[in-house]
């Protein structure tokens, strides 16, 4: 069955410090894949997507990611975290074709000041 | 110049009750989706829509009846509302089977 695990619930950093939130996916295929984020009692917002070509990819708010097919991963990374930051981060994956989005659980990030 | 919209923006209602939640894109996209985000904020697909037509109906409680009265529009009814059915429900659109944009949500807490 098509997958995604996010194996981090909760994550606590320091304002300035990296960030690296993992996600996994077991697809038969390469899937297309996302970062959506979800600041509480809000919507989500698209921080970038993955389909083909280079492997890492940019998005909004200074977020990257990295696809790795021979981990199955597509993790999300950002050098210096600001408190605005603190949010609710979901990946997400669709086969192709399928137009099901599937999620994982989520990975909540605080941010100590 | 809102994308996706949704109305309303919270909801509380009694248990038996009937509701529905509209959504409404201005993106010119051709499919519409219905996500529910339960309480542990676990996200899943309930219903998708492409050009009015049904294409994914997950195993959700046929009280639930999604509508599209035309490309820009999905509403979702529900009937005889229960208590499980609490939970933030989000539209979504997106240019076939690519990228998809949500909604605010409608926070709906049935008592």
């Known amino acids: 069955a098509q997958s995604v695990t996010q194996p981090d619930i909760h994550i606590t950093v320091s304002e300035g410090a990296s960030l690296e939130l993992r996600c996994n996916y077991s697809y038969g295929a390469t899937p297309y894949l996302f970062w959506y984020v979800q600041s509480p009692g809000q919507g989500l917002q698209l921080l970038l997507k993955?389909?083909?070509?280079?492997?890492l990819v940019q998005g909004i708010k200074g977020f990257e990611a990295e696809f790795k097919r021979s981990q199955s991963s597509f993790n999300l990374r950002k050098p210096s975290v600001h408190w605005s930051d603190a949010a609710e981060y979901f990946c997400?994956?669709?086969?192709?074709?399928?137009?099901?989005?599937?999620f994982g659980k989520g990975t909540l990030l605080t941010v100590n000041p | 110049d809102t994308a996706v919209s949704q109305t309303p923006k919270y909801l509380v209602t009694q248990m038996g009750n009937d509701k529905s939640i509209k959504c409404e894109q201005n993106l010119g996209h051709d499919t519409m989706y219905w996500y529910k985000q339960d309480s542990k904020k676990f996200l899943k697909i309930m219903f998708s829509y492409n050009n009015k037509e049904l294409i994914i109906n997950e195993t959700v409680p046929n009280r639930f009846s999604p509508k599209s009265p035309d490309k820009a529009h999905l509403n979702l009814h529900i009937n005889s509302l229960e208590l499980g059915d609490s939970a933030v429900y989000f539209c979504?659109?997106?240019?076939?089977?690519?990228?998809?944009?949500f909604g605010p949500g409608t926070r709906l807490l049935v008592l």
């Open positions: 997400a994956a669709s086969g192709g074709s399928n137009y099901k989005l599937t």
């Open positions: 979504a659109s997106s240019p076939a089977a690519e990228t998809q944009y």
């Open positions: 993955y389909f083909s070509g280079d492997t």
